[in-house]
């Protein structure tokens, strides 16, 4: 079959990071049962050339993922695509789809929605098609029923050797070159983007992880990911990887292994991951440093305990505080994820925030989000008891959501400006100011982030 799998289109044409995983992995499966893969990167063209390439891939399938934010822009692509080709296949899934697949089914004309992981799902799916058999019994859909009414299959059970899922399908993307996508600022360019995990041991009121992923933590073995690093490195030439997993180091054997892999196989290589600040030590911060790792992300969100405590982010000012000492010491940059607008947010936990700061000296703290209010998340499912926000929100507007339970708009806006000067202020030197203001331009402009690719990496 051919099949067609499209990421989530953007209408903020700026060079993406890396590219989409999600519809690679889902072509590596496609493409190792035997199937012809065109795979197109929503973030880098617009719907009339997707459309355009679509139907030069004569498809039999067509795959969308549609995220929340951008869902408008997936309803305008289906139109579209239902105008040039209406008999094909369509099937969407993704985060939005997997939590309101029936607003998938009121607003395109897909014959079917996968529910959460899709690997499985979308090779059964195939399968069938292939076959010329009914496919609305395969498990983890959601189908049409009478008068358009969702239908769920059964649910599928997660993927449990997560070793066997194909390896992602890069060359499907036409043209394809790390070196087209900006990759991540601390390291050299090109930067390829791995993911050795699925799921997320913690379960913060803020995140959809565990909805989407499950609750259970399942890994990659260190050996099944050193060959992937082994084929980006020596066959895709990267020069440095991002590990995209929601905490790396979860498992700290496991870490360990593959930091020692990298050095045996004398990689010179570059990395960056995330990690929750309860999960290292010096032991694994010094292995990590000597086989590369020159930055690590951290959720630390807010410097209040209160604040902290409120959202279940199972970690205290103290455990930020040692985590952030610990990389310095072994000489690991640090960046730190901040929100504005987590339940019970006041000057008052803002200004704790500022204090951590100064006090934990990150490379950069990366921005100040406004909390969103995400499908599938605990602080969404408050808002919708309390009637701040309605299902159907999603349907009527292409909108971003955000937490306005406590605060109107503008005061979560002063608030943020509060927090990010306060910060440019701790810091010495011009740098923290430009940056700062740069910043504050980039949230009232967003359209702006087309010239991102010409501010220094330092600046980011």
Known sequence: MNVVLISNPTNQFHKADFPPPGIAYLG??????????????????????????????????????CWTIGRGLVWELCEE??????????????????????HILQKTHAQ???????????????????????FKSIPGLVVRGENNTPVFTTSRHSIENIDTIARPYYDGFQDFNFADYEGFPALPHPTASIITSRGCVFNCSYCASVRFWGRRWRFRTA??????????????????????????????????????????????????????VTMLNLEILTKMKKSGCRNIDFGVESGSDR????????????????????????????????IVGNMGEDEESIDETIELI????????????????????????????????KEDFWLDSDAIAYNLMEHSL????????????????????????????????????????????FVPKKLR
């Open 223 to 276: 050996e099944n990911v050193l060959e992937e690093i082994r084929y980006l490195v020596e066959e895709k030439k990267v020069k440095s990887l991002y590990f995209w997993d929601d905490n790396f180091p979860v498992d700290k054997q496991r870490a360990i292994t593959i930091c020692q892999g990298i050095i045996d196989n004398g990689w010179s290589l570059q990395w960056a991951c995330s990690s929750h």
């Open 28 to 65: 590596g499966t496609a493409r190792r049962a035997g199937h012809k893969v065109l795979l197109i990167d929503g973030q880098r063209w617009n719907i009339s050339k997707i459309v355009e390439d679509s139907c030069a891939a004569s498809p039999d399938l067509i795959g969308i993922t």
């Open 112 to 134: 079917a929605v996968a529910i959460g992981e899709g690997e499985e799902t979308f090779l059964e799916l195939l399968t069938v098609l292939e076959k010329g058999e009914d």
């Open 358 to 389: 100064s006090r934990i000296q990150p490379r950069s703290s990366i921005g100040a989000a406004l909390l969103m209010l995400l499908p599938g998340t605990d602080v969404y499912k408050e808002a919708v008891e309390k009637g701040f926000i």
């Open 410 to 453: 503008p005061e979560l806006k002063k608030l943020r400006k509060r927090l990010m000067w306060g910060i440019a202020k701790s810091k010495k030197g011009i740098k923290p100011k430009i940056t700062y203001l740069l910043k504050s331009v980039f949230y009232e402009f967003p359209i702006l982030a087309i010239f991102r690719s």
């Open 81 to 102: 695509l239902k105008k040039k080709l209406p008999q094909v296949m369509l099937v969407i899934g993704g985060p939005h789809a997997t939590m309101h697949p029936e």
């Open 307 to 338: 604040i902290l405590k409120r959202i279940n982010k199972k970690q205290t000012r103290q455990d930020i505080i040692r985590a952030f000492d610990l990389t310095h010491e072994v000489g690991i940059a640090a960046r730190a994820y901040l």
